[in-house]
């Protein structure tokens, strides 16, 4: 048997013992495995379209203008910590290069930009010194958005923490948190007046549970206590600078980006639903229940115990703070195919990041050079399901989904047509979440450009725009010509690749 793990309230028995085909109806939910693709499907007049990268994947300039380390420069400098012994260093140059970019954003028909903001390159110690030449970078970059039409969507924290505060404690010391608060009001008071539309944090699962749990990520740790205190302290610090942001402004547009999952298990074991129950709770309910609804969810802080010992008193007030709109990151369904019933929950904790695995006979043997499953279903059921989980949930943006195929460019052109019909597949999931009543107000495919993919380097491409890494000659795939057609058409038409 097949089934999505729920959200709370929702009983996943029986509610899908199979894949779908065909599109339709499985169970009273909106199911789309095979989308009728030359269909032409239009978006809500409005409707937002963009690309997203963050600072440390696509900057560079690591130590032009004054930038202050972070965690990612220090854990991609120590051996054996990202493949190939990448690092950030230069990246896509795009410190040196924005114009271009931008220029080039505005070529593809861009009609908004998500970004973010290096923390150490405005505040090169996290806190105190402010550095004057890395908040005239993001107003330049910001002006020069706004000059070509492109409406700028800055993120505060996509993981690259300044080394300073890491050696303090980072997120693990509660007073990182005012130290963030403090943060976004500087950008808010830098660049509150051209920019509306922020959000504080980028994925704080993976900061908290990658950097933290498995080891994966900078800063690099395997603490589990200390994966639990980063996740609770980087909510407050969300609803702390939600906060001191709209001290200094009233009039800006506040959201944070979440990358929620369906936890769909294919085991037969009855004995394992408790546990996958957990893995949702940590994945998806924990982030929700606090900030829609003001707590966090009961059978985790129960499994959690004295792991959870950094929650004080109102600290769940300062998190649930009402947004303007949350972000939402989709790549693909967490199939989960057996675990270990002998974890405690710091072992099934550490082992959570990697039982992700696929099911054996569906569409979800197609795999994305990240061996990522490809379930654009799960994006419908999910976007349904928060919306019907959580009543007071703002309008939605989707602020990431794409895929990494390393397809090469030939002759000046790079077709890639797997990554066509990945997004095709993604928007109508995203059309039928709207049919479906939920209000989504924008895409952000990821990613504008290739660009350093972490602790996996510059092997995995996501971009619409293919980079050579040893020249940085950009060049746009099909994809993001295809792009530029959905935006003109504000939707999907028939289907065409190549260069208009
Ligand atoms: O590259 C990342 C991004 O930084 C956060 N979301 C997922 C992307 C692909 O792994």
């Not at 978006?43 to 004054?66: C, H, K, M, N, V």
């Not at 829609?292 to 792991?307: C, K, N, Q, T």
């Not at 890639?416 to 997004?423: G, T």
């Amino acid at each position: 048997m097949l089934y999505p793990l729920s959200y709370e309230g929702w009983s996943p028995a029986g509610y899908r013992s199979g894949h779908c085909s065909g599109g339709g109806l499985v169970d009273g939910r909106v199911c789309n495995t095979e989308p009728a693709m030359n269909e032409q499907l239009e978006f809500p007049t409005g409707f937002l379209w963009g690309a997203a990268t963050a600072s440390y994947q696509i900057e560079g300039g690591a130590r032009d203008g004054g930038r202050g380390e972070s965690v990612w420069d220090v854990f991609s400098h120590t051996e054996g910590k990202v493949a190939h012994g990448h690092n950030g260093d230069v990246a896509c140059d795009h410190y040196h290069r924005f114009d271009d970019d931008i220029a080039m954003m505005a070529d593809l028909g861009l009609q908004t930009y998500r970004f973010s903001i290096s923390w150490s390159r405005v505040l090169p110690e996290g806190r105190g010194r402010v550095n004057r030449e890395g908040v005239d970078f993001y107003q330049r970059l910001v002006d020069q958005l706004l000059a070509h039409g492109i409406v700028p969507c800055p993120t505060l924290f996509h993981w690259d923490l300044p080394q300073g505060l890491e050696e303090i404690g980072g997120f693990r010391n509660r007073d990182t948190v005012s130290w963030f608060g403090d943060y976004a009001a500087l950008m808010a008071r830098e660049l509150g007046d051209r920019v509306h539309m922020w959000s504080t944090f980028n994925e704080p699962w993976c900061y908290a549970y990658l950097g933290h749990a498995a080891g994966v990520h900078a800063p690099g740790l395997t603490d589990p206590h200390a994966a639990v205190t980063v996740a609770h302290h980087e909510l407050l610090a969300h609803g702390l600078a939600v906060q001191t942001m709209r001290a200094e402004r009233d009039d800006l547009r506040l959201g944070i980006v979440i990358n929620p999952s369906n936890i769909v298990s294919e085991t037969t074991r009855p004995a394992d639903d408790g546990q996958i129950r957990l893995i949702d709770a940590i994945h998806n309910r924990w982030w929700f229940d606090a900030i829609f609804r003001g707590h966090y969810p009961a059978d985790l802080l129960d499994s959690y115990g004295p792991l959870a010992d950094a929650i004080q008193p109102g600290d769940l007030d300062t998190i649930s703070q009402p947004l303007d709109w949350l972000g939402i990151n989709y790549y693909f369904d967490i199939i989960v195919r057996g675990l270990d019933h002998d974890d405690d929950a710091t072992r099934r904790m550490l082992a959570y990041p990697t039982v992700h695995g696929v099911t054996e006979a569906d569409e979800a043997e197609i795999h994305t050079d990240m061996g990522w499953p490809i379930t654009p279903d799960g994006l419908t059921e999910l976007l349904v399901r928060l919306r019907d989980d959580y009543p007071d949930l703002p309008p939605i943006h989707i602020t990431e989904n794409g895929c990494a195929y390393d397809d090469p460019v030939i002759g000046g052109r790079c077709s890639d047509p797997r990554r066509i019909d990945y997004l095709d597949r993604h928007l109508r999931a995203i059309k039928d979440a709207i049919d479906a009543g939920v209000d989504i107000r924008g895409y952000y495919q990821w990613s504008l450009m290739d660009n350093f993919e972490w602790a996996l380097g510059y092997d995995k491409r996501f971009g619409l725009v293919h980079i050579d890494f040893d020249t940085l000659v950009r060049t746009p795939r099909d994809s993001a010509y295809w792009y530029r057609d959905v935006i003109r058409h504000n939707g999907l038409v028939e289907r065409r690749t190549g260069a208009q």
